[in-house]
């Protein structure tokens, strides 16, 4: 027994012996438990919001949706703006919009949202601009930190996750510029989460009743149907949302509606049920529609109360006119329904046929590689101003990713689909379906105007897929000394560079006026100037 123990193998490192003395008691596990998502989402927060005011002046689309939005607030519609008006927000006198209509292809709740920073700090305050997408984007972290934490059980990785995510200079552009994207991003993980959260709540409530069935004599062939099921409703609360800021919220709602069925037949599967398949399609598989769909429907239906509750905006009186009212079976249908619907019909033939030229388009087969990112904004100020005190100076917003974690994600994300196929884990199934509900649709449009910013709708699943890779490379406490040491000594390197890669970059994601020649420096391929 003696020479047994002695010669027994030596599991885990250093670091792992001197992290479990750190945590020897219930008082630092729960300061790390609960302190190292808090430490991860207050670091996002400070990258996200440092000098958010700079520059003062509308960046981007922000010329369209900071407009719209604080329109949207005061008319209860999108409205015009006289000429001008983007220099009068440059120099703190937005002025005010006129009452006219204004055509608008998004639906209206990521502009609400934006109004109401408005509405705290004033029009005439750039930060009230781009406080809400601060918010949510900071809150998107706290989330893929809590996610990572249910997918893989493990605390280390899941504050990895949200570091990474807190550092990636595309989250970091998209939460601090007023645009939609971010808003989408937000919701849509909210609903990926309370899907997480149902798959074990309907999982161990379905068992429970199937053996209950099963002791009191019964054959529950079919199986229980679960009506309640607060988890799914919520996610149908965020899908909805998502989709009420832009309609490719829809692809998520879709895509996990059908995940839903999916996991509900093989969980019957598993459990014995003789007809496990007919019982998720046919019995369970309505009434998961029911708890998912109509929520989402109101909810979209809702954000567009001001339009519906006012007459001015745009084809607000379409149905009214001689000639356009439906007749005939459905001519009882409300006038302003008929108005709204005729209005999406006329935005989703804009969307389709969308192929204006821009000199940012990106085509999305190149977006995982991160070919083509976006320039939100570049000055190039004068030697004295705005902080310029070399012979040429730059000032960029450029919605580019980390370099290390974007490629890693990539390449992580082609491990994940082998790892799926090879070994079926449910968690990097969740993975792969939240990057393919967000990217996969696009591959439809490869002739419109579309661009890399898009991505950050599906941006944390990629984080995740990376975070998952990372697991792996770095093993567990259990893994021989050698083993451990080297996967905790590649990913300390990959987390040390990828950092340090951050603060090469974030005065590019943050319009800090640096040298030219420092601008310069970061023109790793040509399609990135």
């Known amino acids: 027994m003696s020479v047994d123990l002695l010669e027994a193998p030596v599991t885990g490192s250093r670091l792992d012996r001197w992290w479990e003395r750190m945590l020897r008691t219930e008082r630092r596990r729960k300061l790390w438990i609960w302190g190292g998502p808090a430490a991860v989402t207050l670091l996002a927060f400070v990258l996200r919001f440092w000098n958010l005011g700079h520059p003062h002046s509308l960046v981007f689309d922000e010329t369209f949706y900071v407009k719209d939005s604080w329109s949207l607030w005061l008319n209860g519609y999108e409205s015009t703006w006289p000429d001008g008006a983007d220099e009068g927000f440059a120099n703190g006198d937005a002025g005010s919009p006129s009452t006219n209509p204004s055509y608008v292809v998004h639906p209206p709740l990521g502009k609400w949202l934006i109004a109401l920073g408005i509405a705290v700090f004033g029009i005439d305050d750039s930060t009230g601009w781009r406080i809400s997408t601060v918010i949510a984007g900071t809150l998107?972290?706290?989330?893929?930190?809590?996610?990572?934490?249910?997918?893989?059980?493990?605390?280390?990785?899941?504050?990895?996750?949200?570091?990474?995510?807190?550092?990636?200079?595309?989250?970091?552009?998209?939460?601090?510029?007023?645009?939609?994207?971010?808003?989408?991003?937000?919701?849509?993980?909210?609903?990926?989460?309370?899907?997480?959260?149902?798959?074990?709540?309907?999982?161990?409530?379905?068992?429970?009743?199937?053996?209950?069935?099963?002791?009191?004599?019964?054959?529950?062939?079919?199986?229980?149907?679960?009506?309640?099921?607060?988890?799914?409703?919520?996610?149908?609360?965020?899908?909805?949302?998502?989709?009420?800021?832009?309609?490719?919220?829809?692809?998520?709602?879709?895509?996990?509606?059908?995940?839903?069925?999916?996991?509900?037949?093989?969980?019957?599967?598993?459990?014995?049920?003789?007809?496990?398949?007919?019982?998720?399609?046919?019995?369970?598989?309505?009434?998961?529609?029911v708890t998912l769909v109509?929520?989402?429907?109101?909810?979209?239906?809702?954000?567009?109360?001001?339009?519906?509750?006012?007459?001015?905006?745009?084809?607000?009186?379409?149905?009214?006119?001689?000639?356009?009212?439906?007749?005939?079976?459905?001519?009882?249908?409300?006038?302003?329904?008929?108005?709204?619907?005729h209005y999406h019909q006329s935005a989703y033939s804009f969307h389709v046929g969308l192929s204006t030229p821009h000199p940012y388009a990106a085509n999305p087969l190149g977006w995982l590689l991160m070919i083509r990112p976006t320039s939100m904004y570049y000055q190039s100020p004068a030697t004295g101003t705005d902080g310029c005190a070399w012979d040429a100076c730059s000032s960029a917003i450029t919605s580019i990713g980390n370099p290390l974690i974007w490629w890693g994600a990539a390449v992580a994300l082609g491990y994940c689909v082998y790892r799926l196929v090879r070994y079926r884990e449910w968690q990097v199934g969740l993975i792969v379906l939240g990057v393919a509900a967000g990217y996969l649709p696009w591959l439809l449009y490869l002739n419109r105007t579309v661009f890399q910013f898009y991505t950050i709708v599906f941006e944390p699943y990629l984080i995740l897929a990376l975070v998952f890779a990372i697991g792996k490379i770095l093993g567990s406490r259990d893994d021989p000394e050698e083993r451990r040491f080297a996967g905790v000594g590649v990913i300390g390197v990959f987390v040390t560079i990828t950092t340090l890669l951050s603060i090469f970059w974030y005065p590019l994601w943050t319009a800090i006026t640096v040298p030219y020649w420092f601008w310069h420096l970061h023109a790793w391929l040509p399609s990135w100037v």
């Open 294 to 341: 109509p929520v989402s429907a109101v909810v979209y239906l809702a954000s567009w109360t001001g339009w519906i509750r006012t007459s001015g905006g745009y084809d607000r009186q379409w149905a009214d006119a001689v000639g356009n009212a439906w007749t005939g079976t459905f001519a009882w249908v409300p006038h302003w329904f008929q108005s709204l619907l």
């Open 140 to 289: 998107a972290v706290l989330l893929v930190t809590l996610i990572a934490k249910r997918l893989f059980t493990s605390s280390i990785l899941a504050v990895l996750a949200g570091f990474l995510f807190a550092i990636d200079g595309h989250a970091i552009v998209m939460a601090r510029v007023s645009l939609l994207d971010n808003f989408v991003m937000f919701f849509v993980l909210a609903g990926f989460g309370a899907i997480l959260l149902d798959r074990s709540w309907h999982a161990s409530r379905l068992a429970a009743k199937v053996a209950s069935a099963r002791a009191s004599g019964a054959d529950p062939a079919w199986g229980p149907v679960l009506w309640w099921r607060p988890w799914l409703l919520a996610a149908g609360v965020a899908f909805g949302a998502a989709t009420a800021v832009k309609w490719n919220g829809l692809y998520f709602l879709a895509a996990f509606g059908v995940y839903v069925i999916v996991t509900d037949l093989l969980l019957r599967r598993r459990l014995g049920l003789s007809l496990w398949a007919s019982a998720a399609v046919l019995k369970q598989g309505p009434v998961s529609f």
